[in-house]
């Protein structure tokens, strides 16, 4: 199991955490996700043998949301 934490751009709105959220819980490999508003960032534990962190920002950049940085 790996955990990232992905920093995106400020957040504009409440609803951005339901579809971060939602497409999130969907995807295969992600075991667990936190979407943080006040800071913008997105907590990710996901196993690496089914995804990796480029997959999942690919994923976020195709939903809207420019990824700063993954730590």
Do not use: H, W
Not at 31 to 40: A, C, D, I, K, R
């Amino acid at each position: 199991m790996t955990n990232k934490t992905f920093q995106l751009e400020t957040f504009t709105c409440p609803s951005c955490v339901a579809k971060i959220e939602g497409v999130l819980k969907k995807t295969k490999g992600i075991e667990q996700s936190e979407v943080l508003f006040n800071s913008s960032r997105v907590k990710v534990a996901y196993d690496d043998a089914t995804i990796n962190d480029n997959q999942i920002k690919f994923k976020l950049e195709g939903l809207g949301y420019k990824v700063l940085s993954v730590k």
